[in-house]
């Protein structure tokens, strides 16, 4: 069982920055590492859409709408995945969540966090 605890978000202007978080807490290293992660959202009234991943080796992979403006990495020491936003933009609004999946294909959600981008 992984459990996946969010922070970060909240209201930011347009052009602004944010950073999100996602910690496997109650999780050990070895079972962290293993993980790939990735980030989605889900815009009001809006399906949940992926935003990015980042493998156990740390290859990335973005949406085109978030490409050169947003990068996920990891620190496996720390079992947490980040999602730092440069540039956002209104239509990045939406709600966030963190997502695990292990090799097996069982997945993992957090608890999902608002972002808002408003002037």
């Known amino acids: 069982q992984v459990q996946l605890v969010q922070s970060g978000g909240g209201l930011v202007q347009p052009g602004g920055s944010l950073r999100l978080s996602c910690h496997a807490a109650?999780?050990?290293?070895?079972?962290?590492?293993?993980?790939?992660m990735g980030w989605y959202r889900q815009p009001p009234g809006e399906q949940r859409e992926l935003v990015a991943t980042?493998?156990?080796?740390?290859?990335?992979t973005y949406a085109d709408s978030v490409q050169g403006r947003f990068t996920i990495s990891r620190d496996n020491s720390r079992k947490t995945v980040t999602l730092q936003m440069n540039n956002l933009k209104p239509e990045d609004t939406a709600v966030y969540y963190c997502?695990?999946?292990?090799?097996?294909?069982?997945?993992?959600w957090g608890q999902g966090t608002q972002v808002t981008v408003s002037s």
């Open positions: 997502n695990a999946r292990t090799s097996s294909g069982s997945e993992y």
């Open positions: 109650r999780s050990i290293t070895s079972v962290f590492s293993p993980l790939t």
């Open positions: 980042i493998s156990p080796g740390r290859a990335t």
